[in-house]
Structure formats: C-alpha cells, structure tokens
Nanobody, 119 residues
Framework: QVQLVESGGGLVQAGGSLRLSCIIS????????MGWYRQAPGEARELVAS???????NYGDSVKGRFTISRDNAKNTVYLQMNSLKPDDTAVYSC?????????????WGQGTQVTVSS
C-alpha cells in the first residue's frame, strides 16, 4: 500500500523559509512523478511544483524563483524548499504521487500540512 506522509509545515513570518518533506512508502516512488499542491480556504487546489523521475521540474507561476522541488530516490522522499514566503502562500500543502499505469495514471495523496505566513 502506498502512503505519503508530509512534514515541515508551520508558522513563519513573511520573507522567511520553510522546507517541506514527503516520505513515500512502497516501491513505486522511483518511477512516479511527484508534486506539491496547495489549497487555501475558499480557493481551488493548485499545483505548486512537480518533478518527474528524470528530475524535470515544473513550477506554478506564483512560486517561480522562490520555491525549489527536489527528490531523493534513495530515501523515497520529495522536498519543497520555500524561500521568500508571502502571506499569499498560506495554505494546506499536499504531496502527490502520480503513478503511471497501463490505462493512464493513478494519484496518491498525503494528508496535508499547514503553512501559515504572517505579515
């Protein structure tokens, strides 16, 4: 069974930094695209960043130049380094694993971790 467990959220002042981690159980991590999504109250969930098995990255426009996604296949872990945080970054951040299948893909989600940025 695939499980994703996030950590590293918390309260930080504007301009500060946080690093989120997501540890994945199971053996499919190496072959899967990993992503971080966020959802603020009353807002739709949005992609923050993703990274493919070949380390190709993609970022949402609002975080480009401030956030960095990385993965450590030996540790089954994906990270999100968040710098220059803004109050607008306040949201629940969730880790996503997208497993390729013969019919397309299957998504797995973590429980989410709260990030709050004070002004």
């Amino acid at each position: 069974q695939v499980q994703l467990v996030e950590s590293g959220g918390g309260l930080v002042q504007a301009g500060g930094s946080l690093r989120l981690s997501c540890i994945i159980s199971g053996s499919i991590f190496t072959y899967s695209t990993m992503g971080w999504y966020r959802q603020a109250p009353g807002e739709a969930r949005e992609l923050v960043a993703s990274i493919t098995p070949l380390d190709r990255t993609n970022y949402g426009d609002s975080v480009k130049g401030r956030f960095t996604i990385s993965r450590d296949n030996a540790k089954n872990t994906v990270y999100l380094q968040m710098n220059s945080l803004k109050p607008d970054d306040t949201a629940v951040y969730s880790c996503n694993l997208r497993q390729p299948t013969t019919l397309g893909f299957r998504d797995y989600w973590g429980q989410g971790t709260q990030v709050t940025v004070s002004s």
